[in-house]
């Protein structure tokens, strides 16, 4: 867990330092957008060894990057394995949570559902909207489901699935505009289908090109 503490610390450093270097540029952004697992990278392990690992939003990780999001005068999205013990005990969500401008939390954003039979070895152990849909239209709504938030840069949608393109179809007709995408080792053809089948602005953030499967972030 000290260890743990100590990446999460280095890399939390490290997205805060990229998001002040945009917001110092000559073309300041109005949205910041990491990618799904930026603090506490992809999690191996059994159930139990990755609810030690995974953080809480609110928390001091969110709060960090909501004085960034103050500061900058900007949005700020960023996916993270999140525990909630006191609503989901033992359950290993995948959230994107969207800060606002005044550094406030705006959304936190569940994944619907995950690939299934994708990998040959595993399945994706999160707990998305899919797997427990009827107690989180009793907690949330419906419409919390496919949220699309209402902002002065237009209807942003976030999400972190992919080649999931009844999702993306769905956030359209509910009259998203921006679609940003959270994941992970990303399928850029997707991306692109996204925009071109529901005439959307299409983004994806990947994890960082120090990995052989990372870089080629798109819009």
């Known amino acids: 867990?000290?260890?743990?503490?100590k990446s999460y610390s280095e890399n939390l450093e490290r997205m805060i330092e990229m998001g002040d270097e945009?917001?110092?540029?000559?073309?300041?952004?109005?949205i910041i957008l990491y990618h799904e697992f930026p603090i506490t990278g992809?999690?191996?392990?059994?159930r139990d060894s990755k609810l030690l690992r995974a953080i809480t939003?609110?928390?001091p990780e969110s709060e960090a990057l909501g004085e960034l999001a103050q500061r900058c005068d900007a949005y700020v999205i960023f996916g993270a394995y999140v525990k909630d013990d006191e609503d989901w005990p033992g359950h290993i969500l995948?959230?994107?949570?969207?800060?606002?401008?005044?550094?406030?939390i705006v959304k936190k954003v569940w994944k619907p559902r995950n690939i299934k039979r994708f990998y040959d070895t595993?399945?994706?152990?999160?707990t998305t909207v899919e797997s427990v849909r009827d107690r989180f239209r009793e907690m949330y709504g419906i419409d919390d489901e496919l949220p699309v938030l209402r902002t002065e840069f237009g209807n942003i949608a976030i999400s972190s699935v992919q080649l999931d393109p009844l999702v993306f179809s769905s956030l359209a007709m509910k009259g998203a505009e921006i679609v940003l995408r959270t994941a992970t080792l990303y399928f850029a053809s997707d991306v692109a289908f996204t925009a071109l089948s529901n005439n959307v602005f299409s983004a994806m953030s990947n994890i960082t090109d120090a990995s052989e499967y990372g870089g080629q972030s798109v819009i």
């Open 22 to 30: 945009a917001c110092n540029s000559s073309n300041k952004p109005d």
């Open 57 to 59: 939003v609110p928390g």
């Open 122 to 126: 595993f399945e994706i152990t999160t």
């Open 1 to 5: 867990q000290n260890a743990a503490d």
């Open 42 to 46: 992809y999690i191996y392990g059994e």
């Open 94 to 104: 995948s959230i994107s949570t969207v800060l606002g401008r005044d550094g406030q």
